[in-house]
């Protein structure tokens, strides 16, 4: 059997995605290999695959024990066997898996590390009497100091190769820089290894950064607008984790506790009523969640900033590992970074204190951007990316500028009365004119201080955030940072230099992708997938994904051979469940007089966007253009951004109710269906990279959707 026939027959899909083919064919070679792939790109078939088609034991080091289960119980649903040996289970429980493994019925065997060769449970002696064929480590990079999650017990790992000298090791890990990346190699002693780093980009996830004022009530207002959806909440301590998860039970949500305090009975039951739905939201520390593969989870809050990037983007990547558009949110005050600094110092350990110390940098600085915020992402992994995603809250957002010269000659004025010694608090107090002890008897006899006091507390955290952004201010590294003038700050202070500041940010939401599908049905199927993952005693998600059912829902397969065209339905699963699921779709055909669209169904499995209604919004602008307004006008007359108008009115091209023509030159449209055709239409910041500057927004998105009115792009 081939790669891609175990692909289709265990798992279900026609195709993989990242360079997980070039890497199983490396395992299955024999080679050693550090793969690094996106949370939720697709690590675990990486070591999956090849042990369903190697004659041998497949030994998976992972540092959690629900992880195992969770990766164990989805493996023996696609057919393919195996297992886990751990603390939680009873003697006999072990024994009966020790026996299947003399007799080769297991596949995979799941193991933590000091389970392998710790001295109170060595497990090596009898591991080397099985016939073992490959050693996959998962989160590598936890045998890394420099990581963000470093393990003690992951540095026993580093024996592997002495009692394995012939045998692959395939190490994975969705977090590492450089420096991780590098260690990780040095002290798992790979030979010769192949590395494969993937695009870090999570294109379905929206990443927005909000500053933090009224914290409880923004999140109720976010999870409003998310109900019926699963979510993680991150916060930074223990205690503020079980104050906000008794806050949203008052409020009425489905939600529990998590974090290493608790008991483990506690800490079990919890996970697994929220991986079997039964839950919906986790409120958590940093404990939970590594390796969590509940694909359905839509959000990711978190309360506090992190203390790095590769945290953040670990903990963020647990949404939307099913593909469908998902929410990262991060609320942040400047004066996270202070009260973090004390978490990532080290006694006794210069040198690594200083490296978490420039990752927590690193993560203010992504907290405080006035760019891209997914390109900084890319960045900080080594990727290139575009300057505008069109997906994280910068670049989503219409910035309205005005005139700040006056506002940044008080804050500079300020930081230099105060002979540049205090830091950002401490600043913005002597600019209101607060009346605390803590603000010095000479500091208030100044001419500066109280000159901003009509200016609020959060709105001057901004603006000095924003001035630092523009080279006027510098704060510095320090355990208690400085704010400093710069070399350009005497041109503000002198009114050489002119000073634009942000007065406000405007939103706009993304317009997200979703299948068409039968929202009576789904429910239906949620509802079969349920029964059947209680008789199994699995979470649903493990049955099949929402993704999957959603592709159900949408092409309303009427046959076991039109079943297998969905995605996510394995030769196993199709066997298993597939007539099960076929029965309600059936009746609700017939009930509804709808008849199968797999036809309709490419074979790269593109998922089609829902055809849009046009609401009363859209018809306003449409009429206001009509009657002779230019979209800047309308957007003047209807207190709606420009972008928004143009979202309006090129939504008429692609319906055929105005032309192409009104929004661009006949002899310009050419050179946007060739960018098209080179690089899709999925995302206008390629397109206008490479068009440049004779071409707008505005002119882009109308050939765009003239195109998809005639089924081009």
Known sequence: MTPSQALQKYFGYNQFMHQQEDIITKVLNGQDVLALMPTGGGKSLCYQLPAALLNGLTIVISPLIALMKDQVDSLNVTGIPAAFLNSAQSPDEQREIIRRLRKKEIKLLYLAPERLFGSESKLIDFVLSLSVKQIAIDEAHCISQWGHDFRPEYLMLGGLRKHFPNIPVIALTATADKLTQQDILNK?????????????????????????????????????????????????????????????????????????????????????????????????????????????????????????????????????????????????????????????????NEEQSRIMLDKLNDMADYCELHTCRRKFLLNYFDENAPENCGSCDICLSEFKKFDGTLIAQKALSAVARLNQRFGVNYVIDFLRGSKSEKIRDEHKQLKTYGIGADIPKQQWSRYINELKAHGYLQITDDVYPIVKLTAKSEAVLKGLQKVELTEAQIFEERAEEILPFEAGLLLTLKQVRLQIAENENVPAYVILSDATLQEIATYLPESLDELRKISGFGDVKLARYGREFLQPVKAYCAEHGLSSKINQKTATRERKPRAEKVNDTRLESLNLFKSGKSAAEIAEVRGLSPMTIESHLTFFVQTGELEVLDFI?????????????????????????VLGDNYTYTEIKAVVAWLKRDNIA
């Open 188 to 348: 798992l002693n790979l030979h010769n290894p192949a590395v494969f780093v993937s695009s870090f980009n999570r294109a379905n996830i929206t990443y927005r950064v909000i500053a933090r004022q009224r914290g409880l009530n923004q999140l109720l207002d976010f999870l409003q607008q998310h109900k019926d959806d699963s979510g993680i909440i991150y916060c930074l301590s223990r205690k503020s984790t079980e104050a906000l998860a008794a806050s949203l039970k008052q409020e009425g949500f489905s939600v529990e506790a998590y974090h290493a305090g608790l008991d483990n009975a506690t800490k079990a039951r919890n996970q697994e009523a929220f991986l079997r739905d039964e839950v919906k939201i986790i409120v958590a520390t940093i404990a939970f969640g590594m390796g969590i593969n509940k694909s359905n989870v839509r959000y990711v809050v978190h309360m506090d900033m992190p203390k790095n990037i590769e945290g953040y983007y670990q903990e963020t990547g647990r949404a939307g590992r099913d593909g469908l558009p998902s929410n990262a949110t991060l609320y942040y005050s400047s004066g996270d970074v202070v009260k973090l600094k004390s978490f990532v110092k080290l006694e006794n």
């Open 665 to 689: 030159a006949a002899d310009k449209i050419p050179a946007v269906e060739d960018a098209v055709s080179s690089y899709g239409s999925e995302r206008l910041a390629p397109l206008k990279e």
